[in-house]
């Protein structure tokens, strides 16, 4: 039908974002209150290639002090600190976003709860995503087989895809995360997108801005 749309929120993230997991119970009521018409995609952007050293000290000061500072402004946001202590961190997180993607494609129905498997792992049980062995757990502890996941990790074609879903959010001019946009696609090729502010406390405040973008 010539002048139909398509338009669906895409939401940006990375499972080892620790903004990402601050955000998580607000993006659950969004998606929930999506108006219809309006589908959610997420999209990995990744933000630390495949990197097996240690993470240096001073970095791992910082990122503990990021999740002190989230813990004070987004109240219920938790994380297990003995993590930095006991997980020999790396800043690596790639393998957790092909994770995801490999996950995703057994099943969609893998997609959420693999992202949130990652990060339950994560921030509030102290094991480090960026381990092979505990992606793969993680896998088979949410249904997936896991030696097609264990085989899928490595594929070419997942570490493709995961390039594929950067390039993606980079052309959508999303610069951190979480990011949000809506995308409007007409029949024509054209595409409209638009960025939406994250609120980290309300669900509706971020449901009033796509309805904003929308009608502009």
Known sequence: ?????????????????????????????????????????RLLGGLAPDDDAPM???????????????????????????????????????????????????????????????????YLEARNPSDRDVLIDLAKSIGADAARFAVA??????????????ELSGALGVQGFPGLVLVTEADDGRARAQPLAVDYHDADVVLARLSAARAA
């Open 1 to 41: 039908m010539t002048g139909a749309t398509a338009t669906r929120l895409v939401y940006v993230h990375d499972p080892m974002c620790s903004w990402c997991w601050a955000f998580r119970p607000v993006l659950a009521r969004v998606v929930d209150g999506l108006p219809p018409g309006v589908a959610c995609e």
């Open 56 to 122: 240096p000290t001073e970095m791992r000061r910082a990122l503990e002090g990021t999740w002190r500072r989230i813990e004070t402004l987004v109240p219920g946001t938790r994380f297990d600190y003995t993590f930095w202590r006991d997980a020999e961190p790396r800043r690596s997180t790639f393998r957790s976003c092909r994770a995801v993607i490999a996950a995703r494609e057994q099943d969609a129905a893998h997609e959420v709860p693999m992202i949130e498997a990652i990060q339950r792992a994560y």
């Open 153 to 166: 990790l490595d594929d070419p074609r997942v570490h493709a895809a995961l390039a594929t879903e950067r």
